[in-house]
């Protein structure tokens, strides 16, 4: 079935510094949904990525969708702590089903 | 409009016990799944439904059983607990599955002992 790998599983940072998830598919993907999840909370949802190549940006986060339609990733600029969390790529495999990747912890050292 | 609601928060079982983990929507969604997490494995689906009625398999559905008999609940039941069960569970929701985001409820901790 479709599998999604999400790496790192984790980052430690420095406030201020930037950080980035990634999101490796073996197979072209139809669209890809993010999600935050804080420690000791539940996923909330980010954006979704629909268009090969597409860019979208929340403030510090920028969101990117590979040509191929195969990876994608989430950039944040300049950490701060409020960005301290779990951060997961989700995908709708063939059998219809909306898989998660692993996840990318973040921490954020003042 | 409370969202998605998910009960109890936290639970412990004996092993062999069963439960039901309660899952509603007030949102008139029609996908609905449940999830557990653990740690450095994410979140990994047990079941989904894709409207009343209809109901799937996960990627982990052993020792899991569901129902969906209205578009608002969706519960998770455990047949006979195990200490493997020990995990958070997240119900979700969405409007349809092809492109709508999902909402999560609260989550349950459950511990098998």
């Known amino acids: 079935g479709q599998q999604v790998m999400q790496i790192p599983q984790y980052q430690h940072v420095q406030e201020g510094e930037d950080f980035t998830t990634y999101c490796n598919s073996s197979?072209?993907?139809?669209?890809i949904q993010w999600y935050k999840q804080r420690p000791g909370g539940h996923p909330v949802f980010l954006i979704q990525?629909?268009?090969?190549?597409e860019v979208k940006k929340q403030k510090r986060l920028t969101f990117q969708f590979g040509e191929a339609k195969k990876n994608s990733s989430l950039h944040i600029t300049a950490t701060q702590t409020t960005d301290v969390g779990t951060y997961f790529c989700?995908?709708?495999?063939?059998?219809?089903?909306?898989?998660f990747g692993q996840g990318t912890e973040l921490s954020v050292k003042p | 409009n409370a969202g998605v609601t998910q009960t109890p928060k936290f639970q412990v079982l004996k092993t062999g016990q069963s439960m039901t983990l309660q899952c509603a929507q007030d949102?008139?969604?029609?996908?609905m799944s449940w999830y557990r997490q653990d740690p450095g494995m994410g979140l990994r689906l047990i079941h989904y439904?894709?409207?009343?009625?209809?109901?799937d398999q996960g990627e982990v559905p052993n020792g899991y059983n569901v129902s969906r008999s209205t578009t608002e609940d969706f519960p998770l039941r455990l047949l006979s607990a195990a200490p493997s069960q020990t995990s958070v569970y997240f119900c979700?929701?969405?409007?349809?599955?092809?492109?709508?985001?999902?909402?999560f409820g609260q989550g349950t901790r459950l511990t098998v002992v």
């Open positions: 979700a929701s969405s409007r349809t599955l092809a492109d709508t985001e999902a909402f």
């Open positions: 197979t072209t993907l139809s669209n």
């Open positions: 990525l629909v268009k090969s190549g």
């Open positions: 989700a995908v709708i495999n063939q059998g219809g089903k909306l898989i």
């Open positions: 949102m008139n969604h029609e996908y």
């Open positions: 439904s894709v409207g009343a009625g209809i109901t």
